[in-house]
Structure formats: structure tokens, C-alpha cells
């Protein structure tokens, strides 16, 4: 059961981190779409992808809660362990996997983006440094 606390925490944590990115980044802000390489319609298209995941995400993790919170086998510390990390982990892969590496999209347009690469990956950082400390003493 340590097991879907944990996954159960990570999907959640990825779902909530997806939802803010594209709620306030894409969304609110228009500051990039998941996929900037293409048109501004194939970007939306893309974040509707991205929203569809996160959704498939966050459904999977709250009914594993739920099958937790039933047999009474539901670990706070390893859940929000799990969710630290797990939005912790995905805001990191998006900082740098897709936005240095493969260059799907910066965070934002036109500006000197270092300052927001590295608030974005410090952020990053303490999430998940947070959901390891919570999974560690959880696991004791």
C-alpha cells in the first residue's frame, strides 16, 4: 500500500503542476503553448493535449485516494511526499527536458530568460527536494 500512496500522490502532483503551467502560462498569461515550433493553432491543439493528460493524471491519482482512504490504508506523509515530488519532478523534466533540450517552448517570449529559467528550476527543485524529505521520513 506504501506504494500507491506514493503513485497515487506523484500523479496528482504532476496533474496539479500540468493544470497551473497551463492554466497561468498558456492560458492567462500567453506567454508560450506547450508546442511554440509550429502555428499559434497547432500550439492550441498541443495544450489541449497537454490538458487531456492532465486530466487522465489527476482522475487515476484521486481514484487510487479514494481505494486508499477506503481500506484505511492511506499515508499522509508518502502522499504528499509523493505529490511534492511528483510536481516537483514534472516542472524540472518541463524546465529543462522541453525547454533546453528538445525546445518545444521557452517560458516566456522576447525577454532575457534567464531569470525565469531559473525560477522556474529553483521552484523545481525545492518541490521535489520537499516530496523526497516527506517520502524518506515516510517511509520510517
Known amino acids: 500500500m506504501h506504494t500507491r500512496n506514493v503513485v497515487s500522490g506523484v500523479l496528482l502532483g504532476i496533474g496539479v503542476a500540468t493544470f497551473v503551467d497551463e492554466t497561468v502560462f498558456h492560458q492567462l498569461l500567453h506567454w508560450h503553448h506547450f508546442y511554440d515550433r509550429s502555428t499559434t493553432a497547432m500550439g ?6 497537454l490538458h487531456a493528460a492532465s486530466m487522465v493524471a489527476t482522475v487515476a491519482a484521486l481514484f487510487l485516494y479514494a481505494d486508499l482512504r477506503r481500506r484505511r490504508a492511506f499515508a499522509p506523509r508518502l502522499w504528499w511526499g509523493g505529490l511534492l515530488a511528483g510536481a516537483g519532478g514534472f516542472q524540472l523534466y518541463d524546465g529543462t527536458v522541453q525547454h533546453k ?17 531559473w525560477a522556474w ?10 516530496g523526497i524529505v516527506l517520502l524518506v521520513r515516510g517511509r520510517r
Open 44 to 49: 492550441l491543439v498541443s495544450d489541449g493535449i
Open 101 to 117: 533540450v528538445f525546445r518545444l517552448h521557452q517560458i516566456r517570449y522576447d525577454v532575457h530568460l534567464a531569470p525565469y529559467d
Open 121 to 130: 528550476n529553483v521552484v523545481a527543485v525545492l518541490l521535489l527536494a520537499a
